[in-house]
């Protein structure tokens, strides 16, 4: 079957840091992506991991374990802005892409 | 532009109304992607479609039929539904198989209410 975790809810403090973990089981494994939703708006892609290890973008970094089935989003100096849901998600077999509930992030300052 | 277009954005429809939505990609994509949105629920993969032929069909109730006459255009008709399948209908595209960083672009929404 196809299950994948992650936290309900967040609160940080902008400029702080916050990491926001996802596991997984499915049926294969073709890479792990986080997206960013704003409430009312469709999904946007922020990264793409397929092997161990860490991935950086700018503020955002995410890491993989393959082995564990887990994931991480961190976010550092947040914005208020960053105040939205984030979905990790995993692309099992072919071209299906599996979602996460997200997690929904509020950044206070 | 964006390079997946939804229509209508927004659609009111009773139970015995028969309605359909519109998705359209500008990518060059070779696949396609319906997922249903509700409150507080994870995105739920409905149908996908891989070169027009559909691939996934998620045990989703036959009120819903998809159809995809080529690689850039994809409908949902809906007939018959149910106040419980109000939400977020989300169209998306992506390319390639297997592991691969092509991502999933996913269009602006069609929010359908059932009354």
């Known amino acids: 079957g196809q299950n994948i975790d992650q936290p309900t809810e967040m609160t940080a403090t902008e400029g702080a840091i916050v990491q926001i973990n996802c596991t997984y089981q499915?049926?294969?494994?073709?890479?792990l992506f986080w997206y960013q939703q704003h409430a009312g708006e469709a999904p946007t892609f922020l990264s793409y991991n397929v092997l161990d290890g860490l991935e950086e973008k700018g503020r955002f970094s995410s890491f993989l374990s393959r082995s564990k089935g887990y994931s991480y989003l961190l976010l550092k100096e947040l914005q208020m802005k960053d105040s939205a849901s984030y979905l990790c998600a995993v692309r099992d077999y072919g071209q299906n892409f599996v979602f996460g509930p997200g997690t929904r992030l509020s950044v206070l300052p | 532009e964006t390079g997946v277009t939804q229509t209508p954005r927004h659609l009111v429809m009773g139970m015995t109304n028969k309605k359909s939505l519109k998705c359209e990609q500008h990518?060059?994509?070779?696949?396609m992607y319906w997922y249903k949105q509700s409150a507080k629920k994870p995105l739920e993969l409905m149908f996908v479609?891989?070169?027009?032929?559909?691939?996934e069909n998620n045990s989703v109730p036959s009120r819903f039929s998809p159809e995809c006459p080529n690689s850039s255009h994809l409908f949902l008709h809906l007939h018959t539904l149910q106040p419980e399948d109000s939400a977020l209908y989300l169209c998306a595209s992506s390319q390639g198989r297997g592991p691969s960083g092509n991502t999933i672009y996913f269009g602006e929404g069609s929010w359908l209410t059932v009354v």
């Open positions: 990518l060059g994509h070779n696949a």
């Open positions: 479609y891989s070169l027009e032929e559909r691939v």
């Open positions: 499915t049926s294969g494994f073709n890479g």
